[in-house]
């Protein structure tokens, strides 16, 4: 049954990837299809990229640990993020209109280290993305066939790759739009199911002992301060920090823009935390998942859903691992394309679009290639979430400050982000022992670092007067609660630590600035290369 299941869906987006095929690709069309996506396409997009099947795992995970709060700290806080980079984007769009990458963007506001610092970081990310969503397609493959968990992260692999090979961003967005529809549909019959299947609401008063009290509340404070608060800072850095929100960006046409964002955080919102509450479901029947809690949900879904939803149940994690890997690969050979061989190999005048594609396809090979293998390693899916948007947290405020502050120098961007990223590693992984003088320097820098962070939210949507209110009244109350105490903490200070340093950096690199950056230079400096073929074939010709 897993493998019609497969040679199904993968087959049905294989079909609809090869309908939508051209005979002559386009390599812009291939990165962005020339910004000309539509609402429903791109919102649907959108949500699906947001929702992985890590999403779904990782939510699960954060019910079981945390209980009745855990899959709203996780889910919530994410949904909001889309909505919180919303002003972000349509400032972005607006300054670079055709652009491809932030990294391209990067290379255009300020020159080479800082494009490869934020391509760098988008490489890492996307192949961590990929290779998590591999893992969640393996351990699914293990548990509802007689494959084992590598035959099935090859399967997955595979199939992915052979769909989103020929057609790139156009693909990806297509299938996104087929895959949100099975996966909503199917979250709203299957969580019902096991819901009543599993003799709830009756299990909640006789589960009710395997509960912690903190798991028991909806205000507790472990959830918040291990899973809501560490999640808040990195999704926001997720956002910024990742190419397949970007490459939506670039892609969703500039009036749709809004809509997009709004359906996408409801969307996502309703989805995660639906399905994170499996793993409440499961804590309260005390069934043991220490260990092994990426197998909540497959195991949930084995035990209480009969044949034909179980199959339901499998197209909606294939779909949901499927949107994000595909986007993943379309991400990775649009850096590749335009950051790496278009300005950094060719130039941008030299580029050519054809051998532009032929890289791209290449990228996607060898990207899949790496992710199984490294998938095979099994890492925990919530972890490597977590990980990749806190170190991303070092690039926020440099990215974002580039976007709206003329005084911003490459050379301020470049020392900030490694200056944060020097502080983030130790602190994250208790490198350094925490007495009271670590301590009180990691809670002050977690401080300024809570400002920075509601700061920029609030600056997003109301101005940088309100912005520096907000940021301003945060660190002033939450000092009494941070101070002494936020740095045994290790995921939510490193995290916040990588904001701080980053922002005090360049702003004290940037303030006393002379020279002016005119914005007006980026879209100049960025655009469509099969345009700049086009019209060098005809100079030529005219010649």
Known sequence: ???????????????????????????????????????????????????WASSMYASATSGYNYGVSGP???????????????????????????????????????????????????????????????IAGG????????????????????????????????ASVLTDFVQVMAMFAAVVIIVPFIFFAADFPSAFETGASNLTAQQGSFFSSDAFLEQGAPYIAAVLAYAIGNQTIAQRLFAVRKDLIRPTFVTATIGYGAMVIGVGMLGV??????LDFTGRENDIIPEMAASYLPAALLAVFFVMIIGALSSTADSDLSAL?????????????????????????????????????????????????LDLLVFVGALWGALVFPVLASFYWDKVTNKAFTISVL????????????????????GLLVDVLS????????????????????????????????????????????????SLV??????????????????????????????????????????????
């Open 281 to 286: 479901l499961a804590l309260y029947l005390g």
């Open 72 to 134: 709203i700290h996780y889910g919530l806080w994410g949904a909001l993020m889309i909505l919180f980079i919303y002003p972000f984007g349509k400032r972005i769009r607006t300054v670079a209109p055709r652009a491809h990458t932030l990294a391209e963007v990067m290379y255009a506001r300020h020159g080479r280290s800082s494009q490869l610092i934020l391509a760098g970081s988008n490489v890492g990310g996307s192949l961590l993305s990929l290779l998590s969503n591999f």
């Open 139 to 170: 351990v699914l493959i293990s548990f509802l066939s007689p494959f084992t968990f590598a035959q099935g992260v090859i399967a997955i692999a595979a199939g992915v790759l052979l769909y989103t090979l020929w057609s790139g961003f156009r």
């Open 498 to 543: 990588a904001y701080a340093v980053s922002t005090v950096v360049c702003y004290l690199m940037s303030f006393r600035q002379t020279t002016r950056f005119d914005f007006d230079l980026i879209a100049q400096r960025t655009g469509e290369f099969d345009q700049r073929e086009h019209a060098s074939t005809s100079s030529e010709e005219h010649k």
């Open 1 to 51: 049954m897993t493998v019609i299941l497969l040679v199904l869906f993968y087959g049905g987006t294989l079909f609809i990837s090869m309908r939508i095929r051209k005979r002559k690709e386009n390599a812009d069309q291939y990165m962005t299809a020339s910004g000309k996506i539509g609402f429903g396409i791109s919102a649907a997009s959108m949500t699906a990229t947001w929702i």
């Open 333 to 381: 050979s649009s850096i590749v394309m335009a950051d790496i061989y278009g300005q950094n190999v060719a130039g941008k005048d030299k580029a050519n679009p054809r051998k532009m594609l032929l890289i791209g396809r290449m990228t996607m090979v060898t990207a899949t290639a790496a992710a199984v293998i490294l998938a095979t390693l099994e890492l925990d899916i």
């Open 447 to 494: 401080v300024i670092g809570v400002g920075v962070v509601l700061g920029l939210m609030a600056f997003g949507f109301f101005g940088p007067k309100v912005g520096k209110i907000v940021g301003l009244v945060a660190s002033i109350a939450s000092a009494p609660f941070i101070l002494g105490f936020l740095h045994e903490y290790a995921t939510l200070s490193a």
């Open 419 to 438: 200056a944060a990223l020097a502080l983030f590693i130790p602190v994250r992984f208790s490198l350094i022992p925490m007495n009271a003088v670590t």
